[in-house]
């Protein structure tokens, strides 16, 4: 019998918000996120405490959410180990032409698919925010398989 916990054992897609404000561009690493309606399209994402990327959201009531591809698990130490609140993630990005721009936000330019996100309501929940978010637009970029939490695991990037 397996030793992990229940919420442990379900393979996750790992999701890039991209986030902007007045004077600062953002991507920050989400697992926490959550279709919740079809019609119309919503979904909750999590956004932990006392990032940028939290502080964007919050300014601008927008966001991207891409849906990262397998092999760009390597993203993971810069977009979620990192703070945007200490370096230019953005910027690091552009020197390794890993951008384009789409609707106004950057975007990793090799992630499969891309869903601008209008936040609708917030609240606490615990160690992260919840945002309860209308999907305005959306657009595949490129076919793939989808980086999960098991390819994280895989590559010793997470331990759950």
């Known amino acids: 019998m397996t030793r992990k916990k229940p919420w442990n054992r379900v393979d996750l897609p790992v999701y890039s918000c991209s986030t902007k404000s007045a004077d600062n561009n953002n ?5 926490y996120a959550s279709q919740i309606s079809m019609q119309p399209k919503r979904f909750i994402c999590g956004i932990y405490y006392n990032t940028q990327t939290l502080l964007n959201i919050e300014a601008d009531g927008e966001f ?25 993630k953005i910027s690091r990005l552009q020197k390794r032409d890993e951008l384009i721009l789409w609707n106004d936000f950057f975007v990793l330019k090799n992630c499969l698919a891309v869903m601008q996100m209008k936040v609708i309501k917030s609240f606490d929940a615990g160690d992260h925010k919840a945002f309860l978010c209308e999907m305005i637009s959306y ?19 997470i331990r759950i």
């Open 27 to 31: 991507m920050h690493i989400i697992t």
């Open 139 to 157: 657009k595949n970029l490129n076919d793939g398989n989808p980086l999960t939490l098991n390819t994280l695991r895989k590559h010793k990037l």
């Open 64 to 88: 991207v959410l891409q849906l990262l591809s397998e092999g760009q698990y390597r993203l993971v130490d810069l977009l979620g180990k990192k703070s945007g609140k200490n370096i230019d």
